[in-house]
């Protein structure tokens, strides 16, 4: 049990406590008044400004007894530390990284609306690789005098699997598939519809091993209505149904809101509604398509319908800890200044953002992956990456990238073995 002395709590600083504390299960409780805190035995925590008693102590910026945005507010470097205001307060560094505050103030946004990584601040300060929040944590657990043993024994991974499109081939409106024969690929298109060769994309035995590898893996149903950047299968194809039954008893399945419903509470409903009618029963895990989401509206949409865990918090263009942590937390709501009941899930890195935007080679992604692994482990947090059933082919311009997913794979289980 840890004692935190502070003279004003805030929703704000029970949210960081909270994460740092109660969710990798260490107890705490606040006290306000100084004459209680004389004669309090245990771990002692000043959070205050006070010449109080404590194993450790650190100066409050202000910021987690404010309800209001600052444009202005940022992360910097002075002297090789972090500082927010000037102001080494660990716990409002922390506050300001998860609660996402630079989201919330006038960005940049590319050409699908999205807050990308080169955007942030932890990318110009040089740390977006690393879990820093962690390590803050990591760090002022030790200086409690805290075993963090259990938290390093959490380490997991868990690798998850987006399914835009299910099968290349298959499963198509007739004058698509003539359409396709027509054009290119005509003898092996029509050797799978004849059922003489696999489908491209049919890579859910992989799929299914990985799983047991691992014994955790959660795959995202596309069920959008057809558009430019929503290709899928018709919802109501029963053998895609029957795909996602069978995905969702191996490791649970959510929904893949389609690239028009981040903002439209009605276009998502209706999609969750078909998952759920597809899987027979509640749905309550959510990723955006194209990483399509804007902190503040986004988010409450989800929580609107029903959705209680997220994972969409990481970036489409490179490898990174978006929310500096490889841990779960749940989304702190800034416009009503208060923690709601969606749990966000940050994920390490995407395939086609290793391949495609950081233009690195299955090699070189190997080296970098393994070094994100090395750095969650250290802190024991979550190690989450994204692939897609078109990506795992290990043909053409996917080959010898399967081999990064068993390495990761591969890498983490040694990792919690050690």
């Not at 004389?38 to 102590?57: A, C, H, P, Q, T």
């Not at 024994?153 to 598939?177: H, M, Y």
């Not at 008893?249 to 389609?258: C, E, F, T």
Request: proline letters at 2%; a neutral charge.
């Amino acid at each position: 049990m840890i004692q935190v002395f502070c003279k004003n709590p805030s929703e704000r600083l029970i949210y960081v406590l909270d994460f740092m504390f109660k969710s990798k299960g260490e107890e705490y409780v606040i006290c306000t008044s100084e004459s209680d805190w004389e004669k309090i035995e245990g771990k002692k925590f000043n959070y205050s400004n006070r010449m109080v008693e404590g194993d450790l102590s650190i100066e409050p910026s202000g910021l987690l007894n404010e309800t209001e945005l600052y444009a202005q507010l940022k992360l910097e470097r002075v002297e090789g530390n972090l500082t927010l205001r000037n102001s080494r307060d660990e716990l409002s560094i922390i506050f300001y990284t998860l609660s996402r505050y630079e989201e919330y103030q006038p960005y940049q946004k590319d050409e699908h609306g999205r807050f990308l990584s080169k955007f942030s601040q932890q990318h110009s300060l040089g740390i977006l690789d690393s879990p820093f929040v962690d390590e803050i944590t990591k760090t002022i657990w030790e200086k409690l005098g805290l075993d963090y043993t259990s938290v390093l024994e959490s380490f997991q991974c868990v690798p998850s699997f987006d399914i835009d499109v299910a099968w290349a081939f298959k499963g198509r409106p007739l004058w698509r598939t003539i359409g396709g024969l027509v054009k290119n690929q005509g003898e092996g298109r029509l050797k799978v519809l004849l059922n003489k060769k696999k489908d491209p994309y049919d890579t859910y035995s992989y799929i299914t091993n990985v799983s047991a590898k691992v014994r955790r893996i959660i795959c995202f149903a596309l069920l959008s209505d057809w558009g430019k950047y929503d290709k899928n299968i018709h919802w109501k194809n029963e053998e895609y149904q029957s795909l996602i039954r069978g995905l969702n008893s191996s490791g649970g399945m959510g929904i893949h809101p389609g690239y028009n419903s981040h903002l439209n509470a009605e276009i998502q409903r209706n999609e969750i509604e078909r998952l759920e009618e597809i899987v027979g029963h509640e749905v309550q895990k959510s990723r955006f398509h194209f990483l399509r989401f804007e902190m503040g509206k986004s988010y409450d949409l989800l929580i609107q319908n029903g959705i209680k865990k997220d994972y969409s918090m990481g970036y489409s263009d490179r490898s990174g800890f978006r929310a500096g942590t490889s841990f779960p937390f749940y989304y702190f709501n800034l416009k009503k200044n208060k923690a709601e009941d969606l749990l966000i899930f940050p994920f390490a890195y995407m395939d086609s953002a290793l391949k495609d935007k950081m233009n690195l080679s299955s090699e070189e992604a190997l080296k970098h992956v393994e070094q994100i692994i090395d750095k969650t482990a250290k802190v024991g947090g979550l190690f989450m990456c994204i692939w897609h059933n078109s990506s795992v082919t290990d043909k053409g311009e996917w080959k010898g990238w399967r081999d990064v997913l068993d390495r990761t794979v591969d890498h983490s289980l040694l990792k919690r073995l050690i």
